[in-house]
């Protein structure tokens, strides 16, 4: 696909959230599994390989994807609020280009997690009455940049004299 | 809130409300009661006791619960312990559903049920107002002259004067089907083989369908020992062949007749009577045998139609049309957010369907755009890369597995089939789309109902050069994904896509 490279790409620090995030799930993930097989698999001597190493390897497989693939996806991910459109591109894999005109937008939210706070970031989510709002959100932008950008898209009646 | 000269006087419900909501109450604790098996006399002091409550509660929630229509809002005010008011401005009101169950039939009343744009749930439920009176809201509410203004900006700010009384005998019919035509829909649809399905099962654990009956006639006495009738068939397998082959062949016909009576009987008994009237604002169906629905919503918010094509149905030359309006919030099934338009219709009539939603679309003069030819290759990818791992998985087992190479043949047929059912078209201020190798789905999209556009390639489509284009509408369901056009070439989908911005940003703003 063409023309990615005009729009612009986030925050580079989301990747911390994205790293942050993708450590908790390891942790959460690894524990779960690790209970699994010393509940279940261990008393029974079953093993896969040697003892522990389902545990291991999922700790293995999920800590290198949770440094690695942040990466990859912040470099797919690009956006830009046009005069007439918001544009989202994003996707290692599975690629997707979503097109929102700004005269379907409802609402605009900011939404900000503590990550996020700490790290004076914010997400913006765009809202349609196309019901999946998920699919409009910008997740690393800078606070005051996500606010100035709130504002630009409610402000509907400019938009209005232009059309 | 408005002045009250230009309204209704505050309303209650209709007087049957306490007595319709107790029955429903007490029936379904009576059955808990029952269930919980504390015997009778114990159960029927407990049921006395919660009757009185139950008819203490509607009746002062009856006492509480008023409604009003005002030049601009629906007006409702309900609660015993906490008391709410609602105000619901009637722009926002996109459908009025009637909905009547058996008893509610013989009083003659009905529940109203009042859905919005956005928000999960229905805005208010009026259970239960006469028959008359549902129809006086539907009218006030969706019907002519009640139309709000769609777009925001220019000519249409002073033309919302309500009109409060029904113009009379404004509706035209479009279509009503006889039993004959439920009866083919029940006969061809889907269910028929689910419902085989679960009274075979159903039999097996529970015994309920008369089989000892039917096999005591054709299976030989001594065989019939064996406590159910699986059983008794296969005891008869192992020694008579040929009577197990009359037994299964009687079986398998017996069920399917029952299978197939049952879908026919519920679908003539859902939609008995069905009805789609039309005036020029507004589309009404009404249908049921036991429960019957009447829904009105305006023409101008319909968000999409879709064509449904089981392939059973597709060999007839039938199809199932319905309309996605946006009134139907996220938190309901998909099933019941989409309205049946038609629950059977003959290809030479979806023109007609169509025309009744879209008065300017003509749908004979729609010319079909095929997707990429490069669109048959990853069809047969897709079905290879089910194919060959399990090929080289069972060539472990036994060599004589590599046979099930074969299957490509067929795999690459399908795979052209299934491109010749991929398409996209325009006419007019619309876009359609249509999918579906086994039920060929295809959608109608007004351009200005659009609401995001997203160009979304898989790794496999990457190296083609394809591309899927999705055509957000109000109204999707998160379940099911949205009308859209399947393996379009990459470029020429983002030029599409392009098109179409523009296009939608040119309609302005709208809700």
Do not use: C
Not at chain 2, 83 to 101: C, E, F, M, W, Y
Not at chain 2, 107 to 128: P, S
Not at chain 2, 203 to 224: A, E, G, I, N, S
Request: glycine share 8%; no cysteine.
């Amino acid at each position: 696909m063409t023309d990615s490279d005009a729009l612009v790409p986030l925050h580079p620090s989301v990747v911390i959230i994205w790293r942050i995030t993708g450590m908790i799930t390891t942790v959460v993930l690894t524990a779960a599994i690790g209970v699994l097989e010393w509940t279940i698999l261990a008393p029974n001597a079953i093993a896969f390989v040697t003892p522990w190493f389902i545990t291991g390897a999922t700790a293995a497989v999920a800590f290198v994807f949770s440094i690695t693939w942040p990466g990859l996806a912040y470099r797919f991910w690009r956006w830009q609020v046009q005069a007439d459109r918001v544009l989202i591109h994003k996707g290692v894999l599975w690629r997707s280009r979503s097109l929102i005109p700004r005269v379907r937008i409802q609402h605009v939210d900011t939404r900000t997690s503590p990550l996020q706070r700490w790290l004076g970031l914010a997400s913006l989510v765009i809202y349609t009455a196309g019901t999946r709002g998920a699919d409009a959100e910008i997740p690393g932008l800078e606070a005051e940049e996500a606010e100035l950008l709130r504002e630009e898209l409610a402000r509907l009646e400019e938009l209005d004299d232009r059309a | 809130m408005t002045a009250p000269e230009n309204g209704d006087d505050w309303q209650r419900l209709h007087p049957a409300t306490p007595l319709l909501r107790s029955f429903q109450l007490l029936y379904a604790f009576a059955l808990g009661a029952f269930a919980a098996s504390f015997g009778i006399g114990l159960s029927l002091a407990i049921l006395l006791t919660v009757a009185i409550a139950i008819a203490a509660w509607v009746i002062i929630s009856y006492l509480r619960f008023r409604y009003r229509v005002t030049d601009d809002s629906l007006l409702v005010n309900y609660g015993v312990l906490f008391r709410q008011q609602r105000v619901i401005p009637r722009s926002r009101i996109q459908n009025v559903d009637l909905q009547a169950g058996m008893l509610s039939q013989i009083l003659r009343v009905t529940t109203a049920r009042i859905e919005t744009a956005g928000g999960g749930a229905t805005e208010a439920t009026l259970h239960v107002v006469s028959r008359e009176e549902g129809n006086r809201l539907r009218t006030i509410l969706v019907g002519p002259g009640s139309e709000a203004p769609q777009v925001l900006h220019g000519e249409t700010a002073g033309a919302e004067a309500a009109v409060l009384q029904p113009p009379p005998g404004h509706y035209s019919l479009v279509r009503r089907l006889t039993p004959f035509d439920l009866g083919i829909a029940g006969a061809t649809s889907n269910r028929a083989g689910v419902l085989i399905g679960a009274l075979l099962g159903g039999d097996v654990l529970f015994d309920f369908m008369p089989t000892d009956w039917l096999l005591q006639r054709v299976l030989p006495p001594q065989y019939l020992e064996a406590d159910a009738a699986a059983n008794a068939l296969l005891e008869t397998a192992q020694h008579d062949f040929g009577a197990f082959l009359t037994g299964l062949f009687v079986l398998t016909i017996f069920f399917g007749i029952a299978g197939w009576a049952i879908s026919i009987l519920g679908t003539v008994a859902r939609y008995y009577d069905f009805t789609l009237r039309r005036n020029n604002g507004e589309l009404q169906v009404s249908y049921g045998l036991f429960t019957r629905r009447e829904k009105g919503f305006r023409r101008a918010r319909v968000q999409n139609v879709q064509i449904e094509e089981p392939i059973l149905r597709r060999w007839l030359g039938l199809a199932t049309l319905k309309v996605q309006t946006a009134g139907y919030g996220p938190a309901m099934k998909a099933s019941e957010r989409m309205e049946v338009l038609a629950p059977i219709a003959r290809r030479r009539e979806i023109a007609a369907y169509l025309g009744s939603v879209y008065s300017e679309f003509d749908w004979d003069d729609v010319e079909w755009r095929p997707s990429h030819p490069r669109a048959r290759r990853r069809m047969f990818i897709r079905r290879a890369l089910v194919i060959l791992p399990v090929t080289a998985a069972l060539s472990i087992l036994s060599l004589y597995a590599i046979l099930l190479l074969l299957t490509l043949v067929p795999a690459w047929l399908l795979a052209n089939a299934h491109y010749k059912h991929l398409g996209h078209a325009r006419s007019g201020p619309y876009v359609l789309v249509r999918e579906g190798l086994w039920t060929q789905r295809t959608y109608v999209v007004p351009v200005r109902k659009i609401q995001a556009l997203h160009l979304a390639q898989t790794p496999f489509q990457r190296r083609l050069g394809l591309a899927t284009l999705q055509i957000e509408t109000a109204g999707n369901p998160y379940e099911w994904h949205s009308p859209r056009s399947i393996d379009l070439g990459s470029l020429y989908a983002a030029e599409m896509m392009e098109g179409l911005a523009a296009e939608v940003t040119g309609t302005g703003l709208m809700f």
